[in-house]
């Protein structure tokens, strides 16, 4: 017994040296700020403490829609969907506090209730009352959340892949178990790793280009993003979304990827469930991320569903 504890403590030595030889080999630091505020353009403001980048567009005076993005995304995400969507609608997205251009959160807090938050002051701050909530993954698990503390701020509420039940690796009740690797995420950065993990939230991965995985790379990089990323997935604790879904009363489509390898279609069953005002619709050909793979085909029925008709 005494030999095995010092065969795997001897094996667990080496394993983290490995790490940290790969650390130093792989180092990427964060990029200038003022890099990448000009590469990727857009608005700021202060809200709750946090310096949000933002793009504001569309009619000032048409109905809001808000754009929620996902785990390790930007504003950036929407950007076919936002153009085609402000000829009729006003079009807000951000980056989350954590992610992008509006890098880290002063108070340290990354949890849904602290973007919660952050969301409504958005709001007040730009004088919208009411508002379409679109959110894919992350983003759809804080838009559900929103709509179920603010039922008044919401007209209608887009489900794209929703993040919220439990999963391998993220169970009810406990943070995520963070795996030892991922605690040199804020020392580097592997492209082809990146491109990987990318290429999986697509249904034909061939469709992904490198302008968006250089761009997901960029915004990964910017200043203290991948350390607010680590304390993100310390601070997420999921609870059964069963109470809070079955209480939401909002007009709701779930638009679900038949290809999503990240989040199975299958999760829609127990949102139609739950949800007594929700409806699904079904893209044989996507994945994760619609929007990006294929925004013109993916956004027919999102748009008639925000203008109240049958998607």
């Not at 030999?3 to 030889?21: D, F, H, N, P």
């Not at 991948?226 to 909002?250: H, K, M, Y």
Request: net charge neutral.
């Amino acid at each position: 017994m005494k030999r095995t504890k010092m065969v795997l403590a001897w094996l667990a030595g080496l394993g983290a040296l490995a790490i940290i030889a790969s650390t130093v080999l792989l180092y990427a630091p964060d990029k200038s700020r003022a890099v990448l505020e000009v590469a990727y353009p857009g608005d700021y403001r202060t809200v709750g403490g946090v310096r949000l980048r933002l793009r504001d567009t569309g009619p000032r005076d048409a109905p809001a829609v808000i754009l929620l993005h996902g785990f390790g995304a930007s504003l950036d995400t929407w950007e076919a969907w936002a153009q085609a969507l402000s000829s009729r609608f006003r079009v807000v997205r951000f980056d989350l506090p954590g992610f992008g251009l509006t890098g880290t959160d002063p108070t340290g807090d990354y949890t849904d209730a602290r973007a919660i938050e952050i969301l409504l002051g958005l709001m007040d701050q730009l004088g919208i009352h009411r508002a379409g909530i679109v959110g894919n993954s992350l983003g759809g698990r804080i838009a559900w959340n929103f709509a179920a503390r603010h039922p008044d701020r919401v007209s209608r509420l887009v489900l794209v892949s929703p993040d919220g039940f439990a999963s391998p690796g993220f169970a009810y009740g406990k943070a995520a178990d963070v795996p030892l690797m991922m605690r040199a995420l804020p020392y580097v950065a592997p492209r082809g790793m990146l491109k990987a993990n990318l290429a999986a939230a697509y249904a034909r991965p061939e469709a992904l280009s490198e302008m968006t995985v250089t761009r997901y790379r960029d915004m990964l990089l910017a200043p203290g993003v991948r350390a607010a990323i680590l304390a993100r997935l310390e601070q997420t604790v999921l609870r059964d979304p069963g109470p809070v879904l079955s209480n939401i009363r909002t007009p709701t489509l779930f638009l679900g990827g038949e290809m999503d390898g990240m989040i199975p279609i299958s999760n829609a069953a127990d949102y139609l469930r739950l949800m007594p005002n929700a409806i699904l619709v079904r893209l044989p050909d996507a994945g994760h991320l619609p929007f990006e793979e294929d925004p013109l085909g993916s956004l027919p029925p999102v748009e008639r569903f925000l203008c109240g008709e049958t998607p």
